[in-house]
């Protein structure tokens, strides 16, 4: 999982709660199967019953931690980032995250920011909005060249439809002469032509 980009309200609470699911799993099959009780014996004396053993052989609570903090800590990343995404779709920088280590009232501020509220719907600082589809390299320019032909207005003429096809055609025989003559049978046709 990348740093950058923008995360959904959506996207987030996925990674959230599949994050929380994932540490309590983590948690109850380091714990003991005897509990508390077996990570309150003095190390080396781990009362074994019979038919019950640990999962790990932990012998006190700094082990558990220990352990707990280090298979953990994959997933501390993974939730580290998604708050840095959604602060992205926030339009505001990841340093926001830092915001939590404030006691409760920075915990409560990350949930209803990054939780509940909306992010910015249009293309911000940090991206376009999630899920928005990406055009190919060149397209944006070629609109922008067009709606400057049009003066504004979004008018397509005959003209540039077929310089648009020439192009495109011109694109495809590249792409049909560099993949070499095996492949130019099977290649695609341009706008539907047989061959």
């Known amino acids: 999982m990348w740093v950058t980009g923008r995360s959904s309200r959506q996207h987030w609470w996925l990674v959230q709660l599949g994050c929380m699911v994932i540490l309590a799993l983590l948690?109850?099959?380091?714990?003991?199967?005897?509990?508390?009780?077996?990570?309150?014996?003095?190390?080396?004396?781990?009362?074994?019953?019979?038919?019950?053993?640990?999962?790990?052989?932990?012998t006190s609570m700094a082990d558990f931690l220990r352990n707990f903090g280090f298979y953990s800590s994959p997933l501390s990343w993974v939730l580290f980032v998604s708050h840095i995404r959604r602060y992205h779709d926030r339009n505001k920088s990841g340093w926001w995250s830092l915001v939590a280590v404030i006691p409760v009232i920075g915990g409560l501020w990350q949930l209803i920011e990054l939780g509940f509220l909306p992010g910015n719907p249009d293309k911000n600082n940090y991206g376009p909005p999630p899920g928005a589809v990406r055009l190919p390299a060149g397209f944006d320019q070629e609109l922008d060249e067009l709606e400057e032909k049009a003066g504004g207005l979004a008018k397509v003429d005959d003209a540039y439809l077929a310089n648009y096809a020439q192009k495109f055609a011109a694109s495809q025989q590249q792409e049909l002469a560099i993949a070499g003559p095996a492949t130019a049978s099977s290649g695609p046709r341009a706008f539907g032509k047989r061959r």
């Open 27 to 58: 948690f109850f099959s380091l714990l003991p199967s005897d509990g508390w009780d077996g990570l309150t014996q003095p190390r080396g004396q781990l009362r074994l019953d019979e038919g019950t053993s640990p999962v790990l052989p932990l």
